[in-house]
Structures are given as C-alpha cells and as structure tokens.
C-alpha cells in the first residue's frame, strides 16, 4: 500500500480546483481580518472623539462653577474649541434669586456627543450637579 505522501509527491501538483479552494479560503480570511481592522480603527477615533467631547463639556461646567451667581446667568465659552467641535451653553433661571439651571452641549461635526447639566445656586454650599 502506497502512502500518502508518495501519491502527493508522485502527482507532480496541484490541480486547479485545489489552487482556486486555497486562494477563495485565504480571501475570506483575509477580508475577515481587515472588516475588524476597519472597526477597531472606528471605534478608536469615535472613542477619542466622545473622549475630547466630555473633557470639553466638564471643563465648561468646571468653569460655570467656579463663577459668582448672576442673574440673568451669561457665561463665557472659556475652553479652547478644537475643530469641528461645538460647544453650546444654556443658561436658564428655574428660580428667580436662587436656582439656575446651566445645560451644555458638545457637538462634533454635527452630532451630539456630550450633553450634561448642572444646576447653580446662589448659596455656593448648595450647588448641585445631574
């Protein structure tokens, strides 16, 4: 009985069906291998991207709280915007003398990335954060 490796060495080759099965098994490995490149590669920068997105809205509402209680509330955008970043700052009055509401909002092209509040008295022992 003649053993495997006399018959493979005896063919001479590889026929074509068995070079056109290797070449469609390594494509699909292949285009395995780079969707989930490509997707680490996006959640990386949308990572970063949500990272400088709440950095920016803290250092706003940091900044908010560090300022004297005025009404009506008019606070500065005081952060370095890098960019295709927005940021926007809502100041509201919920009670006339005592309680502000201080709403921020980073956007990034576009899209919302970060949005948080804070509420601000005029007794700074009291202040309040959502």
Do not use: C, H, W
Request: glycine share 6%; hydrophobic share 40%.
């Amino acid at each position: 009985m003649k053993s495997l490796r006399s018959r493979f060495l005896k063919r001479g080759g590889f026929t074509l069906l068995e070079v056109a099965i290797a070449t469609a098994v390594l494509a699909l490995v292949t285009a395995g291998l780079l969707t989930g490149l490509v997707v680490a590669l996006k959640t990386a920068a949308t990572s970063e991207t949500t990272d400088t997105a709440v950095r920016l809205g803290v250092a706003e509402l940091e900044y908010v709280l560090t300022q004297p209680y005025t009404e009506p509330p008019v606070y500065l955008i005081v952060s370095p915007i890098p960019a295709d970043y927005t940021v926007t700052m809502n100041p509201s009055v919920v009670t006339p003398g005592s309680l502000q509401q201080i709403q921020v909002t980073v956007q990034y092209k576009g899209t919302t990335y970060y949005q948080s509040s804070i509420y601000k008295t005029a007794n700074p022992n009291t202040e309040n954060t959502q």
